[in-house]
């Protein structure tokens, strides 16, 4: 991704520092989770006056972007991007990111999943049914996915596992657990969340070959990411996938798509060339935030 390798790189923070950045992240964490309260409600619902007979048939609400007409010249030329939430979340979670992709053209789709949702699987056929409709509505052959945590790991297995790498140009994914995690041990309680874990079946299918698979990947972790343990198991280590992963600092899970720096990087990353124009996107690393 030649346009991320341009953005500043910090310094990784040193041992006796990172108590005092851990504290000032988790303090961020708290007053995002507080404003992700406030703002919840407001994404329960959906923004379209009717939903598809897939969509109706599912426990899940979609939010369209305005008409064409209103659109910018630039919506009609580049793919919509999709907007997929967090366990537990919904479309709110994105409104800085909503307002700097927009500002620069892009047409938005969001996707609400049940928090009943209790398979990966089940929501990735859901996600498929809804990038087809998207693709029918709007006449572009392919979209764009930004997906936060669990939405993340929702969008890759439909692109790696459901054929979706022909509809998705560019995944990206914010603080995803792509190696499993080891969560809480009381939050397995939730199947979906089970299959978070390392060594899942969800997670074991994904470490599969995927040869051929179209779709680049660009994966945003966080050093301070107390829900990714290790952290580093949000970045995307697949021999057969065109990855990018960007390490972010001195933020937590909760902070990494309603933060500015990140959404600016986010923006980069879905305007940069397609794979095989530059031979810098196939892999690497970088830094942000």
Known sequence: MTHLTRLPALPRLPGPRLSSALLGATALELFVLAGRLIVYPFGLTSERGGATPAEAA???TT???ATTAALPATAATTPPVVLLHGFIDNRSAFVVLRRALTRHGRRLESLNYSPLT???RTAAELLGRHVEEICART???RVDIVGHSLGG????YYVQRLGGDRRVRTLVTLGTPHGGTA???GAGVHPIVRQMRGGSSVIEELRGPAPGCRTRFVSFWSELDQVMVPVETACVDHPDLDAVNVRVTGIGHLALPVHPTVAAAV???LEAPEAGEDDATAAGATSAA
């Open 63 to 65: 939010e369209p972007p």
């Open 58 to 60: 599912s426990p899940a």
């Open 267 to 269: 923006r980069e990353a």
């Open 153 to 156: 790991l929702i969008a890759r």
């Open 139 to 141: 006449g572009h052959g």
């Open 183 to 185: 969560v809480a041990p």
């Open 118 to 120: 209790r398979d990966v």
